[in-house]
């Protein structure tokens, strides 16, 4: 496993809270909620992509087709 991924995750998840702290305290609410869905679809997409890895490995594992 890849300890990369763990890294962008959580600088993404840093990097997003700090966004949405100064979007709110700048009363940008709605900002600050489309700043945080847009970290949670990117964050959604790697994590699909290492579980799309998982089943190719897994169908090659067992020679499914």
Known sequence: ??????????GLGILAS???I???????????QIVTLAS?????ALVLDMIAGLFDN????????
Not at 1 to 10: E, Q, V
Not at 40 to 44: D, E, H, K, P, Y
């Open 22 to 32: 100064v979007l709110k305290k700048s009363d940008k609410d709605e900002i600050a």
């Open 18 to 20: 700090m966004v949405n």
């Open 58 to 65: 897994i169908r090659s594992i067992f020679q499914l087709y």
């Open 40 to 44: 949670l679809v990117i964050a959604l």
């Open 1 to 10: 496993m890849d300890i990369s991924i763990l890294f962008k995750l959580a």
